[in-house]
């Protein structure tokens, strides 16, 4: 019962944020398609408060035969890197940091975790994460979760809430962690200090 009062009074903050039905054209993904030159892997990008240690954004980077960051209800873009339902494409180290750099801040932090994979699972995840189609408002905490569990990560539970997957996608043998804290403001930030602004899943970013 008190797990349910609390989604429910979650949700008003939750719903702020409405999907993006982007579909770049195929041309623009293969032509911005990036590869890394390093092992098959997965890594969940967790944005987190530094004041209460909630989180507030998920997203699920996969690198296999291409790199993409599947960022469900996300609001970051860029105009080298093409996007189709959710799912971002050309994701080169340049832009990877400008992602980063876009989520921590001075109230954020970016918790980044890592897990080497077979090629196959990769490509796997590739799939799926396009299959999904742009997320609903307010859940990129089930998008992330949902195609964990998909790829056999049992061990963690379909969420709402970013830093509960955070903490289970921790424990399985084999992903490491760091953390990205940035106190400045600058270009790449979405909103400038003392300015309340709606974050990425519709939690409040106050930087």
């Known amino acids: 019962m008190l797990r349910r009062l609390l989604m ?6 939750l719903a702020a944020c409405a999907a993006d039905n982007i579909y770049d054209p195929m041309e623009e993904v293969q032509r911005r398609a990036f590869a890394a030159d390093d092992a098959p892997k997965l890594t969940l990008m967790t944005a987190i408060s530094n004041r209460s240690g909630a989180g507030g954004h998920s997203a699920l980077m996969v690198s296999g035969s291409q790199r993409v ?5 996300g609001t970051w873009h860029h105009p080298t890197v093409p996007e189709r339902g959710d ?10 940091d400008f992602y980063i750099d876009y989520h921590a801040r001075p109230t954020y932090h970016m918790v980044i975790q890592d897990i080497i ?5 990769a490509e796997r995840a590739l799939s799926l994460v396009q299959a999904h189609g742009p997320a609903s408002k307010a859940t990129c905490g089930q998008s992330v979760s949902g195609i964990l569990r ?10 709402w809430f ?8 921790g424990k399985v043998p084999g992903v490491t962690e760091r953390k990205v804290f940035d106190d400045t403001v600058d270009e790449h930030s979405p909103s400038r200090p003392g300015v309340a ?6 939690l409040v970013f106050d930087s």
């Open 8 to 13: 429910i009074l979650a949700l008003p903050l």
């Open 69 to 73: 960051i599947f960022d469900p209800a």
């Open 87 to 96: 799912v971002l494409f050309g994701i080169t180290p340049t832009m990877l």
């Open 117 to 121: 994979v077979s090629p196959e699972m």
């Open 150 to 159: 998909e790829l056999g990560f049992s061990s963690v539970r379909r969420a």
């Open 162 to 169: 970013p830093e509960r997957i955070m903490r289970d996608f």
């Open 197 to 202: 602004r709606v974050a990425d899943d519709g």
